[in-house]
């Protein structure tokens, strides 16, 4: 098998691998299925994964914006770095629900791969952490708790729009991306009562 063929059918396997975790779950997904959706030979996953379970930390660093976090200064302005999360979590989820719902369900369900998740995503929330903390101590922002605060944010990021079970509540077709990026930061930031401009 050439360099190229192997990169393809490694990334076929990826790819189905985070379709079908995502509609089925981890747990409900085999090796075979996994390969039968990528129309490769099942021992392809042990050779070039070592298994499921570092096939799916192989999900995360191919499909999560580790690269894009890596690049973020942590020492900007603390209003930037809200609105640059609230853009770019907003951008994620709208780009890959799969692998969304594939960590969201995981959390939810509390498995052992919480630890491979959170080596991605809690970078990501320290640094929202540290901005809205600095947002307040530099009077920018204003809010009591920071552990409610900074929960109600992620809630809001990350609360599932498309689901079917609000489908009896909605009213809308879903917003583009940059109509729902605009009204999140305008909703989270009068949320922490921020005065300055939107």
């Given at each position: ?14 790819a189905a ?22 129309g490769a ?7 070039h994964?070592?298994?499921k ?7 995360l660093?191919?499909y999560?914006?580790n ?6 200064d ?22 890959d629900?799969?692998?969304v ?12 791969r ?6 991605h ?5 320290r640094l929202?952490h540290?901005?809205m903390?600095?947002g307040?101590?530099?009077g920018?922002?204003?809010?009591g708790?920071?552990?409610?605060a ?10 599932h ?6 489908s009896?509540?909605?009213?809308e077709?879903?917003?583009d991306?940059?109509?729902m990026?605009?009204e ?11 005065q300055?401009?939107?």
């Amino acid at each position: 098998m050439s360099p190229a063929d192997e990169t393809d059918v490694k990334l076929r396997i990826l790819a189905a691998a985070k379709s079908l975790f995502a509609k089925q779950g981890f747990d409900g997904t085999s090796i075979r299925q996994i390969c039968e959706e990528a129309g490769a030979n099942v021992a392809l996953v042990s050779y070039h994964f070592g298994g499921k379970e570092n096939l799916f930390g192989a999900l995360l660093e191919s499909y999560f914006p580790n690269r894009l976090l890596a690049s973020v200064d942590p020492d900007m302005d603390p209003i930037a770095g809200v609105k640059l999360t609230i853009r770019e979590v907003t951008a994620f989820r709208q780009a890959d629900p799969q692998l969304v719902t594939i960590i969201q369900h995981e959390i939810i369900m509390n498995t052992p791969r919480i630890q491979k998740i959170r080596e991605h995503v809690i970078p990501m929330w320290r640094l929202l952490h540290k901005w809205m903390k600095e947002g307040r101590e530099r009077g920018l922002l204003r809010f009591g708790s920071i552990d409610t605060a900074f929960m109600s944010v992620v809630g809001t990021l990350l609360f599932h729009r498309k689901q079917e079970y609000w489908s009896v509540m909605l009213e809308e077709e879903p917003p583009d991306l940059e109509t729902m990026t605009r009204e999140l930061t305008e909703y989270i930031m009068l949320g922490l009562q921020y005065q300055g401009e939107l």
